[in-house]
């Protein structure tokens, strides 16, 4: 289960899963980083996570220079797929690599650097996590910013959904209709973990084919955060609690979204 990022951010399943969240909700996100932050045209972003590149394409349509990278080679493949059709405008300054966030490998080059959709807090040790930070540091110039949309832990705890299920009644009609996705949650250790069953419908089959895969993310709060921030170099200027800017309440918001900057 440490390495289960390798394995299900890599498949069909996952873009299917969360094809909810769609190009509403990264103009909403993207949107608000604009408003906070003056950007001039031809600067340098890194979208660090970027999956299909919902989020890099809507920085490239502003005129910017966009860096996506993804551990996921299906997903890449699917962002590089949309640069021959759908972002096929943008492809001058546009740009996709599979690299994994711990090892950016670039100096002192982005003026932003974003981390979005709980991107963030994948590994099992915290200095792992934390190197990723450090590695956002470095890859930004003096005066760069680093925007980071996480969950919030203290409203999660609160408001967790142990078990849900869709599907079954579609299913158990007649074949062919949608899957069966099972999604047990439970927050243990530090972490908030994620098993999913996934029946999937097979055309000439009675029998559905069983998938199984596993989310763990590592719960930091907005305390834990400020420390690693200010020890890598980035001072923490704002923080909200959800896409529309509103103000960062622990108990209250969804979300926990910090705006640094590089000292």
Partial sequence: MQQWFKKWFNTQEYSDLYKHRDETDAKKIVSL?????????????????????????LFAKKGFKVLGIDLSPFLISQAKGKLKTDYKKFKNNLRFEIRDMRGIRRKNEFDLVVNLFTSFGYFEKD???????????????????FFLDFLNPPYLKRNLVPFDMTGAKSYLKSIGNPNIIIQVREIKAGFVKKNILILKN???SKYPQIYNFYEKIKLYSLSDLRRVFNSSGLKIKKVFGNYYGSKYEPVKSERLIILAQKK
């Fill in 127 to 145: 200095s792992e996590n934390f190197r990723v930070i450090k590695s956002i540091s470095s890859s930004l110039k003096k005066g760069g910013h």
């Fill in 33 to 57: 980083i604009l408003k906070n932050i003056k950007l001039k045209k031809d600067s340098k972003v890194l979208d660090l996570a970027c999956g299909n590149g919902r989020h890099s394409v």
């Fill in 202 to 204: 097979l055309k000439n």
